[in-house]
């Protein structure tokens, strides 16, 4: 069977069962640690999938460094050290290659980011690999599972801005692929979760859907929608669409507390699954890497 058949989960779980062991099933490994757990999150991206070479290489390798930096924030984490994999055709320009960097150093540097090295290939296309070491306290990590009946669900910002471009730029206008890139990590916000009683959390980088269904089947516990949190969605379905791609990489989190100044996406209840605004129990998906359209 083609994988484009299988779709990433079904794909996910083969590869699982083929290693044997047990899938954390999170977008980071945990690493024990004594008293605390290292988190090893690693992300890749791809020219002609996840970007284009014609677009700015600064913003690419900012893009880069931030949705590994998410993956830490999304476990309340703090980053330390940065190694990045770089695969290069022969005919990629040297500006091309300083100006990525450049947009690499300039997130390190904001963030404290040690540059710890990594790997250089050849290949027929551009592809980058980061991986973002950082750490946290053992009790104070936050997790995929863990939400609980009578728990709000929140998102730290409203959505819309990547995913209209992420939409735009596949409906041939140009200028949009500044906003698919620009994206920030929610660091800023680990001071002020860490006193929230967050029960899971998870960042949502493939919608809002796929986020909440992970969240679902990993806490055994029923999620329902109640609220359109993006920004001036023009009727039911644009919202769908809106919840259906990510790559805001905002955090989805749960709490049993009334939290001011994060938009309410829903509640938690006993049950299993996911239900939309509409009471439809079965929802979309959410993006898929390999049966979903290509998006960058």
């Not at 946290?136 to 669900?153: I, L, N, Q, T, W």
Request: hydrophobic residues 35%; contains cysteine.
């Amino acid at each position: 069977m083609k994988i484009g058949r299988m779709g990433e989960r079904k794909l996910i779980d083969h590869i699982w069962g083929l290693v044997g062991g047990k899938n954390e099933d999170e977008d980071v490994h945990f690493l024990d640690n004594g008293g605390k757990y290292l988190l090893l999150a690693m992300d890749t991206i791809n020219e002609g999938f996840h970007f284009e070479r014609s677009w700015n290489p600064e913003q690419i390798g900012k893009f880069l460094v931030d949705i590994n930096l998410s993956d830490i924030a999304a476990k309340n984490g703090i980053p330390l050290e940065l190694m990045v994999s770089f695969s290069f055709p022969r005919d990629l320009e040297e500006t091309w290659v300083s100006k990525l960097v450049s947009g690499m150093k300039g997130e390190v540097e904001k963030y404290g980011l040690k540059f710890s090295g990594g790997d250089l290939k050849e290949a027929r296309r551009i592809s980058l690999t980061g991986l973002v070491i950082g750490e946290v306290h053992k009790g104070r990590e936050f997790r995929r599972s863990g939400a609980k009946p009578g728990d709000y669900v929140y998102i730290s910002s409203r959505i819309g801005k990547q995913e209209r471009a992420i939409r735009s730029y596949y409906n041939g206008e140009k200028g949009s692929e500044g906003d698919i890139l620009d994206i920030t990590p929610r660091l800023d916000l680990r001071e002020r979760l860490s006193k929230a009683g967050v029960t899971s959390c998870i960042d949502n980088s493939d919608g809002i859907y796929k986020s909440l269904a992970l969240i679902s089947r990993l806490s055994g516990v029923r999620i329902v929608i109640e609220n359109d949190v993006t920004i001036n969605s023009k009727g039911e379905r644009e919202r769908r669409s809106l919840f259906s791609l990510g790559g805001d990489y905002e955090l989805i989190f749960t709490s049993p507390r009334r939290l001011r100044g994060f938009p309410v996406v829903g509640r938690v209840v006993e049950g299993k699954g996911l239900v939309d605004i509409d009471g439809n129990t079965h929802p979309p998906e959410g993006f898929d890497h390999f049966r979903s359209f290509r998006r960058p």
